[in-house]
């Protein structure tokens, strides 16, 4: 069975480089897409984006793309979430997410591995 | 960016009740629509993709429906382990959207 184990900074000040990781255990990490999430007070659930570790695609939401890098090392089956210059905005739940490989829309099938998550506070 | 709306905000249900949550995009969206259920302290789980088919380990009781822009998730009979959080999100585009949730509680 495939797990997903957070970890990273929770508390932060104002400008800082959040930094998160999502190591997969039970499965591989090619021939999925996987996917970062948020849930703020302010946006709700928010797609910040995805990548493919098996071609290097990665694809970002445009809100927040000027911000955001998002990882992968194979040898490691982890994925890197960076997100830089925060501020009290971005405080939220932060979640690593499983989606299908393949053609989007027509081979997506829903995220369907989730990791428990990870809680950043932006705070002076 | 497609607007997902839920409603209701909230619905209050007894054990054995049948619920309706709608999810409404702001464009049309065919039918790719994913349905989470989501308990606080725990990881979101897949009920439902490209609209109306069932994850697999997801009970019959859930059911999905809707195409374009409305949609609903259906639970025919609600069970103790369904009072959570549950969310649309579209991914017809390719930055995806999120629904604000509908808090399915004890009435």
């Given at each position: 069975?495939?797990?997903?184990?957070?970890w990273g900074a929770g508390l932060l000040k104002p400008s800082e480089t959040l930094s998160l990781t999502c190591a997969v255990s039970g499965g591989s990490v090619s021939g999925y897409y996987w996917t970062w999430i948020r849930q703020t007070p302010g946006k709700g659930v928010e797609w910040i984006g995805e990548i493919n570790p098996h071609s290097g695609y990665t694809n970002y939401n445009p809100s927040l793309e000027s911000r955001v890098t998002i990882s992968a090392d194979t040898s490691t089956k982890q994925l890197s979430l960076k997100l830089n210059s925060v501020?009290?905005?971005?405080?939220?739940?932060?979640?690593?997410?499983?989606g299908s490989g393949g053609l989007r829309p027509l081979y997506f099938y829903g995220l369907d591995v989730w990791g428990q998550g990870t809680?950043?506070?932006v705070s002076s | 960016d497609i607007q997902m709306t839920q409603s209701p905000s909230t619905?209050?249900?007894?054990?054995?009740d049948r619920v309706t949550i709608a999810?409404?995009?702001s464009q049309s969206i065919r039918n790719w629509l994913a349905w989470y259920q989501h308990k606080p302290g725990k990881a979101p789980r897949l009920l439902m993709y490209k609209a109306s088919t069932l994850e697999s380990g997801v009970p019959s009781r859930f059911s999905g429906s809707g195409?374009?822009?409305d949609f609903t998730l259906t639970i025919s009979s609600l069970q103790p382990d369904d009072f959570a959080i549950y969310y649309c999100q579209q991914y017809n585009t390719y930055s995806w959207t999120f629904g604000q949730g509908t808090k399915v509680e004890i009435k």
């Open positions: 069975q495939v797990h997903l184990q957070q501020a009290a905005a971005d405080t939220g739940v932060y979640y690593c997410a499983r809680t950043v506070t | 619905l209050s249900a007894s054990v054995g999810c409404r995009a195409f374009g822009t």
